[in-house]
């Protein structure tokens, strides 16, 4: 049949220059496709005579297979280059300097609570978490602080909205830690040990107040508790968190309606030059509340007050924050300046623990 060498060389060479998949998939359809040459030059067979088919036919075969086998070719070194461009365009160069980290700090409250559960953890003690959202009863009643009791005034509690008509007692947001208690009775039964660090709530503004603060309750609840296990616990933590060696405590006694006896703690400090110190000096510096859990309390708790007893303490944790890195207005904490920020923040990756030092 004429024409089929000019018409190899013509595909054959067609399919060597095409410069990419497009240009290859042009010259396929031309070729190859259904309505390509080859394809005409099958439907051309049916006119022949039976020994000019026998001929041509094999031939027009072979060709169309050669050109398939072209394509193909050629289409698998298309995508080899494509490949080598792309490789040697989106490249990373390995060797470059690394860019520095974004310089985010950790907050003051965040890395105190770290250390103080670092120093509790250490003796033994596991933290509990109790709702900010929490029942009069819980952040209350249950601490024997009954409803006609001054503590609830003093407190300055924020109260949740109830329905009109609906007569149970509005949930209030927490005034202190001390419900964590409550509910760790209820739910682990004696004896505990246990830190509740947490958020609380009481409607106060000014240097050294604001309407969310923080703190962290203690407990710890067993058959042979005393005050002795409570001077210890809090005395080691003291010299852990101030990280000084000699802390001197004095404990003055308080009343709180969830515990009996009360105490105040003071610890033993200087404030020579502006500067505080602790451990030396004649000043006294209150840091937080404690005593023997009251027997009313351990019974709401569903504890047996003629099988165990317990210790208690409560601390304000932005106060010993702002003690131990020389914070003057608590207000600060929370405006998110972040010049503040970088100047007290801590370094993300130091994470306190006793071994490495706390503070570092
Ligand atoms: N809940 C008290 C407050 O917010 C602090 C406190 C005092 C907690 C004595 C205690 C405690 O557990 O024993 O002022």
Redesign the pocket.
């Given at each position: 049949m004429d024409g089929l060498d000019a018409l190899r060389a013509k595909y054959i060479a067609g399919v060597a220059a095409a410069s990419d998949e497009a240009a290859l998939e042009d010259i396929r359809l031309q070729a190859v496709g259904k309505k390509g040459e080859i394809a005409l030059k099958m439907r051309e067979l049916g006119q022949m005579s039976p020994e000019e088919r026998q001929a041509v036919g094999p031939v027009l075969n072979a060709l169309k297979d050669e050109i398939n086998s072209a394509l193909a070719g050629k289409k698998a070194a298309l995508s080899d280059a494509a490949l080598n461009e792309r490789l040697r365009t989106e490249w990373l160069d390995v060797t470059l300097p690394g860019r520095p980290r974004p310089n985010g700090t950790i907050h003051p409250i965040s890395q105190v609570t770290e250390e103080v559960t670092a120093i509790f953890a250490d003796m033994g003690f596991a933290v509990a978490e109790g709702p900010q959202i929490e029942s009069d009863w819980h952040n209350f009643d249950a601490l024997n602080i009954p409803g006609h009791h001054p503590a609830r005034g003093e407190m300055d509690t924020f109260y949740m909205h109830r329905a009109e008509g609906d007569e149970r007692p509005p949930h209030v947001l927490r005034?202190?830690?001390?419900p964590v208690?409550i509910r760790s009775m209820l739910k682990q039964g004696a004896p505990i040990r246990v830190i509740c660090p947490g958020r609380?709530y009481r409607a106060d503004y000014d240097q050294t107040h604001t309407p969310m603060f923080h703190?962290v309750?203690?407990?710890a609840i067993d058959t042979d508790i005393s005050m002795a296990n409570l001077k210890w616990v809090l005395e080691e933590f003291v010299r852990a968190y101030f990280e000084v060696d000699n802390v001197e405590l004095r404990f003055r006694a308080s009343h709180?309606p969830?515990?009996e006896p009360?105490a105040e703690v003071d610890i033993r400090c200087s404030w020579a030059g502006g500067q505080l110190k602790v451990g030396e000096g004649d000043d006294w510096l209150e840091i937080?509340?404690?005593?023997m859990v009251h027997p009313k309390v351990l019974q709401a708790g569903g504890i047996d007050p003629n099988k165990y007893q317990g210790f208690?303490?409560?601390m304000g944790i932005d106060r010993i924050a702002m003690l131990k890195y020389g914070i003057p207005d608590l207000r600060a904490f929370f405006d998110s300046d972040l010049r503040w920020l970088r100047n007290y923040g801590f370094a993300s990756l130091d994470q306190p623990n006793l071994h490495g030092g706390l503070s570092r």
């Open positions: 005034t202190h830690t001390s208690q609380v703190q309750e203690g407990l709180f969830f515990t009360s937080l509340g404690s005593g208690a303490f409560g």
